[in-house]
């Protein structure tokens, strides 16, 4: 062990020559010992390492601080996103409203609730309002995850919202094509709804559940709803007789009339001509008798036009 350190001392005290011999020129040469010259190698690896190590963080920082930059422009743009989403949501909860309002839903507000869920849904909005009126950035990751959360929430009512709304509204405007609404003749009313005088055997006073329209012979008869024909023929006392369903509880009686236009089955539309006037059945002269039943019951068929 002695003698190997002994050499290795020898050989770091001996002098090495380097020449450096250029193309053009003379050459040069330097003498030293040669512990002086791995003392030269070693600075040289370090500042050589050393220097890889500084500008490999300065590279690193200035990535990162790129990134950074980046991803704050991107916070920013999903930040002004999210609150253009929000004002437009906004929006809609406002016109969904109005549409209730416009429509007759019952206070603007859904139909069919399960109890206590208005001020369930009420509380969780005033929860999301209060998250909404934070600057994005001043969000933690919790609250964050919890604004878009609430953002879809929101997004999910909304469209559950209108959903109902156009059901109501589908439902509401078959419901008034389907009621009637004007008359089935242009003839003056002879006779109105309630009890009167028999005009036709004994003087008696019975119940008259129609109204009676004095015309012409062959004067149209229009059906006075959408619906379905379920009777067209002869019944007796009403003669010649219609039979209509509008559905949503409504039915109308045409009687006592001639050249019918319509057989059982036949879908019919409000306005559409379905016979003429006349005298058929126990009738004391040309004329249509009109009735509206609701639910099973006579009602006023003036109620139902102007």
């Known amino acids: 062990m002695g003698k190997r350190i002994n050499s290795l001392g020898k050989l770091l005290g001996e002098r090495v020559d380097i020449l450096i011999m250029p193309r053009l020129g ?10 002086t010259l791995l003392a030269l190698i070693i600075l040289w690896v370090g500042i050589t390492v050393a220097g890889l190590l500084f500008f490999t963080r300065g590279y690193d920082y200035q990535i990162t601080k790129a990134d950074n930059e980046l991803m704050r422009v991107k916070m920013k743009l999903i930040g002004e996103e999210l609150e253009r989403g929000r004002k437009s949501l906004e929006l809609i909860r406002t016109t969904d409203k109005q549409m209730r309002q416009m429509l007759g839903m019952p206070d603007g507000k859904f139909i069919n609730l399960p109890k206590g869920w208005e001020t369930t849904k009420e509380k969780e909005d005033d929860r999301a309002r209060a998250l909404f009126q934070k600057d994005v950035k001043d969000l933690s990751v919790e609250e964050f995850e919890e604004y878009i959360n609430s953002l879809e929430e929101a997004v999910q009512m909304r469209l559950s919202s209108f959903q109902e709304i156009a059901w109501f509204y ?15 003749s242009t003839a003056r009313i002879s006779s109105g709804f309630g009890y009167r005088l028999d005009p036709v055997g004994r003087r008696t006073s019975r119940r008259h559940n129609g109204v009676d329209f004095a015309g012409k012979p062959d004067s149209p008869i229009v059906v006075t709803a959408d619906g ?12 010649q007789a219609i039979l209509v369903d ?6 109308t009686l045409y009687a006592h009339t001639t050249a019918i236009q319509v057989k059982a089955g036949d879908v019919v539309k409000r306005g559409d001509k379905i016979a ?8 004391t002269g040309t004329h249509l008798h009109y ?4 639910d099973g019951q006579a009602v006023n068929p003036s109620n139902y036009f102007k």
């Open 26 to 35: 003379s050459s040069i040469k330097f003498k030293m010992h040669a512990l």
């Open 170 to 184: 589908a439902n509401r405007r078959e419901g008034l094509n389907s009621t009637p609404s004007i008359r089935p």
């Open 228 to 239: 379905v024909v379920r009777h067209a023929g002869w019944v007796p006392s009403y003669g």
């Open 246 to 251: 509008h559905g949503f509880g409504y039915s």
């Open 276 to 283: 003429t006037m006349g005298s058929s059945g126990r009738s």
């Open 291 to 294: 009735e509206v039943w609701k």
